[in-house]
């Protein structure tokens, strides 16, 4: 795994957010069950958005997701995402 460098706090997914216009998050599953993260491209392909789409993060698991910028990602307020970057 490469080594990254945490750039902000780390925020509840709950609602759905951009997490400051980040191109890499850090997600952390703390919940005892898998869960569902949804990344949402709030401007299509075409103009710079993403593919939506969502990923099952297994219990205590932590990936590295990248989108861009203006996708927002969601899932349940266990689940805790961190704007992060290559280091």
């Known amino acids: 795994m490469a080594t990254i460098k945490l750039l902000g706090s780390s925020t509840a997914l709950n609602s759905a957010t951009n997490l400051d216009n980040a191109t890499m998050v850090r997600v952390v599953n703390t919940n005892a069950a898998e869960q569902t993260v949804t990344i949402a491209n709030t401007v299509g392909p075409g ?41």
């Open 47 to 87: 103009n710079g958005g993403g593919i939506s789409g969502t990923v099952v993060i297994e219990a205590g698991q932590t990936e590295i997701i990248v989108k861009e910028p203006s996708d927002t990602i969601a899932s349940v307020a266990t689940v805790l995402g961190t704007k992060v970057a290559r280091y």
